[in-house]
């Protein structure tokens, strides 16, 4: 129950800054606020944090450091999958179709994600140490042994299994721990984190690339292993918990998807997956067919991720002030024009431009997900299994949406064939910019959603707290002339899409509504 404060006619109106996460107006309220967010969480039988995030300081920004490093040698490496899927094509495993080569970077990358179904309980349990311990390992391994392999079965195993497997261990502890040690500045910290995977699209390509022409593809892959293995090694020295261990508690909650919200947006997350990284894995190949130059065809790929650096920060930036969900449902549509248009453009000037417009909005659709899983999750020991289980889920997106679209482009079309570039694509882009419309539409749901629980909640404890108060002094309820229950409905909407650490902004607006309805939120 929120406080009640009188007004100025003496009646009770309520004060939100106990639930907002705002500065109350005094010390005193500011710790009142605490006791009872304390108590709630030992009510309910469940640890609760010792204090407030510190949403700053030099631990709590050596996690974010850690985070980038633990990126760019996780997504990262997915995002350079372009450059092993054009050499294996053209040298190593030459006349294999490109969907059977694509299912190598599809399962590096589907168990990336699903692992996180064991990671994120992992992570809960406090196991950091020994989870990044098994994941530095099996990567390193993994890509040594994918240095000496030359069959098809033998990159599958070590490059997409034995690397997959130890991906998913090292990400999400990135994307955990440091939403332990921020709020207010959660969606910048993340977003600052997730730049790794595009600042490893735009080197790694380049350096595996020189590697290559000089001492070989096998000798070049070691190399990497060892760069990636020396990173790792300073995340292990650096990054700590910071919320005490739940020992309770499952890999798998399907108790968690009566979450109407949460649920719809981890079906939003597995097209959106589903799709994003198609033109990451055939850009190159794209770019090849159209005629462009070899100078171009080297650096598409990392002019692609270089575009998305930047969207990975400002909009996660914006986003802590209007909303996870707010963002990505235009960063969406615009994605999705983008993958649409690539299906009529041949021309080296038009590749590049839309690649730079597709990477300018499809970082923000990687690295606002989990913070947004976050925002609309009530516990914060939770967050791990949340996290974690919503991209096991959408890891199937992932694992079939890239071999669907290979097996789609060695389709030859009625028109035109093999030999014209857009015709031969037309079908492949398509596939990916219709799965990204679903992704947009379905984060528009989840944002429906998110208000029509906040209003219903509003509503339930306006029923609860008349049973408690009694009626009206006069006995009977305000009329319905004398409130304006659209605009109040609009501005609690409005509160309930912004993110909770930023609702202060909107303190003064929703009290008024609230105290016209005799209403609580939050």
């Known amino acids: 129950?929120?406080?009640?404060?009188?007004?100025?006619?003496?009646?009770?109106?309520?004060?939100?800054?106990?639930?907002?996460?705002?500065?109350?107006?005094?010390?005193?309220?500011?710790?009142?606020?605490?006791?009872?967010?304390?108590?709630?969480?030992?009510?309910?039988?469940?640890?609760?944090?010792?204090?407030?995030?510190?949403?700053?300081?030099?631990?709590?920004?050596l996690q974010v450091f850690a985070g980038f490093l633990l990126v760019v040698n996780s997504r990262g490496l997915t995002n350079t999958f372009g450059v092993y899927q054009e050499y294996y094509s053209r040298e190593q495993l030459r006349g294999t179709n490109p969907s059977t080569i694509s299912w190598i970077g599809s399962i590096q990358?589907?168990?990336?994600?699903?692992?996180g179904v064991f990671c994120g309980r992992l992570l809960d349990a406090g196991h950091l140490r020994v989870q990044l311990c098994a994941g530095i390992t099996l990567q390193f391994v993994g890509t040594v042994l994918t240095s000496f392999a030359t069959e098809y079965w033998q990159i599958l195993i070590a490059q997409g299994?034995?690397?997959?497997?130890?991906?998913?261990?090292?990400?999400?502890p990135s994307v955990v721990v440091i939403a332990q040690y921020f709020d207010s500045k959660i969606m910048l910290a993340t977003g600052i984190a997730a730049t790794g995977s595009s600042a490893a699209?735009?080197?790694y390509p380049i350096l595996v690339h020189k590697l290559m022409d000089q001492i070989g593809y096998s000798w070049a892959v070691r190399v990497m292993a060892f760069i990636v293995l020396?990173?790792?090694?300073?995340?292990?020295?650096?990054?700590?918990?910071?919320?005490?261990?739940?020992?309770?508690?499952?890999?798998?909650?399907l108790s968690m998807f009566r979450d109407p919200p949460y649920t719809m947006f981890v079906a939003a997350m597995t097209f959106l997956y589903a799709a994003v990284?198609?033109?990451?894995?055939?850009?190159?190949?794209?770019?090849?067919?159209?005629?462009?130059?070899?100078?171009?065809?080297?650096?598409?790929?990392?002019?692609?991720?270089?575009a998305s650096l930047v969207s990975r920060i400002l909009p996660s930036w914006v986003a802590d002030m209007i909303g996870g969900l707010n963002v990505l449902i235009p960063c969406c549509l615009v994605s999705c024009a983008s993958i649409f248009a690539l299906s009529g453009v041949t021309s080296t000037a038009g590749i590049i431009s839309i690649v730079i417009i597709y990477g300018l909005f499809s970082g923000a659709l990687v690295s606002l997900p989990p913070a947004t899983i976050a925002s609309i999750s009530k516990n914060p020991d939770e967050y791990g299994t949340r996290i974690g289980m919503a991209f096991a889920?959408?890891?199937?997106?992932?694992?079939?949406?890239?071999?669907?679209?290979?097996?789609?482009?060695?389709?030859?079309?009625?028109?035109?064939?093999?030999?014209?570039?857009?015709?031969?694509?037309?079908?492949?882009?398509?596939?990916?910019?219709?799965?990204?419309?679903?992704a947009g539409a379905l984060v528009g749901l989840t944002r429906y959603l998110v208000v029509y629980y906040a209003e219903d909640e509003v509503e339930s404890e306006s029923e609860v707290e008349c049973g408690d108060?009694?009626?009206?002094?006069?006995?009977?309820?305000?009329?319905?002339?004398?409130?304006?229950?659209?605009?109040?409905?609009?501005?609690i909407s409005y509160a309930a899409s912004i993110p909770r650490s930023r609702r202060r902004w909107h303190q003064i607006l929703v009290e008024d509504a609230v105290a016209m309805q005799g209403l609580s939120v939050w």
């Open 1 to 61: 129950m929120v406080r009640q404060l009188p007004n100025e006619d003496g009646k009770s109106t309520p004060n939100l800054s106990a639930y907002m996460k705002s500065e109350p107006g005094t010390p005193s309220e500011l710790a009142s606020s605490r006791e009872v967010e304390k108590g709630n969480l030992a009510e309910q039988g469940e640890r609760g944090v010792q204090d407030d995030p510190p949403d700053g300081g030099l631990i709590a920004w």
């Open 109 to 115: 990358t589907f168990l990336l994600m699903f692992g």
């Open 161 to 172: 299994f034995c690397v997959g497997m130890g991906s998913s261990f090292l990400w999400l």
């Open 201 to 203: 699209g735009v080197i």
């Open 230 to 253: 020396a990173m790792n090694v300073v995340c292990l020295a650096i990054m700590r918990l910071r919320v005490p261990p739940r020992r309770g508690g499952k890999f798998f909650d």
């Open 277 to 306: 990284y198609i033109p990451f894995f055939y850009i190159q190949d794209y770019s090849r067919d159209s005629g462009m130059s070899g100078k171009w065809q080297l650096y598409v790929l990392s002019i692609l991720n270089a």
């Open 393 to 438: 889920v959408c890891s199937f997106g992932v694992l079939v949406g890239n071999p669907i679209a290979g097996a789609l482009l060695s389709t030859p079309t009625i028109n035109g064939g093999a030999n014209h570039a857009a015709a031969y694509w037309m079908r492949l882009w398509f596939f990916a910019g219709g799965l990204m419309f679903v």
């Open 469 to 491: 108060e009694g009626e009206e002094k006069d006995g009977t309820p305000p009329s319905p002339d004398e409130l304006d229950k659209e605009d109040v409905r609009s501005r």
